[in-house]
């Protein structure tokens, strides 16, 4: 498979995806095409899309590879071992996800514009020469980024549980204010709230008010 066709493929489902009208993402999800993220916003929205990961029968072989005994293509396999690793079809290219989220200094050491496509030169050679996507997860750019990111999603974690926290709050004010205004109902009706000894709980004014308001109000919803 050329890259030409896979640019063509590309295209098409981009196009696809452009024309969907459920679609409202300003970011496009190839990595080589995605502009510069740099607004909270964007970060947001591509975490959401989530890291771009085509899994293909067979990717384009890099004709500067000569050695036949190396390893020439992409290899969908390096997803597995690599969850922030993308692969654009547009340019048959290798980028991090992390790094484009927070991009470092070094952009080029972390895979955002500049990285090649030197498949024989991903994979360690034992424990003394690591490869390139070794060499990138432990490259202090990268432990950056993913620490910028780890920070980023507990940050927008407790902001989600202080924004439940304070939606709960004002739920049960709500509540009791309806009892009050219950009770006081009942009150200029003449009517008791509790009803007499012998009578069951569920069977008291104020219980069946509660009862039928709960059906039609949220801040009685549980």
Known sequence: MAVNELTKLDDVLYEEKSNNPLDHSPIVRDPAKRRNIMSVADRICLIEQGSIQPKLMRYPRNPNIKDNNKQCTFSSEWFKQYPYLEYSLHTDKAY???CQLFPQCDSKDAWIKDFQNAWDKKKSVGQKKKGKLSAHIGCSS??????????????????KEMNDSAAEIERNRDAIKIMLDITRTLGRQGLAICGSSEENEENSNFYQFVQLLSRNVRSFKR
């Open 96 to 98: 991090c996800f992390v």
């Open 142 to 159: 990268h432990k950056a980024a993913l620490q910028q990111l780890i920070d980023f999603l507990m940050d927008k974690a407790r902001r």
